[in-house]
């Protein structure tokens, strides 16, 4: 069965970590690229990070550069998010995604919350 499962979210407080973990089954994990999304209350959701199917390329959004990364473990089929400096802002559902060309696919959503 093909899925994508995230966890490792939860509550922190402003400056805290924590790292998401996306689990993928029933597809060749290794040939997709994988990317983080997150998407806040009453916003759209917005790409934060990729990484290659080779973990040659990284892209990140400007207001996580030098906070978060986005790493892979081909071996595992798991893709992973090191989230750092947590701020406030940085509270949203996150959500995996691979993707080859036309095909994607998405996990389920993990909530992180980032409050005193």
């Known amino acids: 069965q093909l899925q994508l499962v995230e966890s490792g979210g939860g509550s922190v407080q402003p400056g805290g970590s924590l790292r998401l973990s996306c689990v993928a089954s029933g597809f060749s994990f290794s040939h997709y690229d994988m990317r983080w999304y997150r998407q806040a209350p009453g916003k759209e959701r917005v790409r934060i990070a990729t990484?290659?199917?080779?973990?040659?390329?990284?892209n990140y959004e400007d207001s996580v550069t030098g906070r978060f990364t986005i790493s892979r473990d081909n071996a595992k089929n798991t893709a992973y998010l090191q989230m750092n400096s947590l701020k406030p802002e940085d509270t949203a559902v996150y959500y995996c995604?691979?993707?080859?060309?036309?095909?994607?696919?998405w996990g389920q959503g993990t909530q992180v919350t980032v409050s005193s």
């Open positions: 995604q691979a993707r080859r060309g036309p095909s994607e696919y």
């Open positions: 990484i290659s199917s080779a973990s040659i390329i990284y």
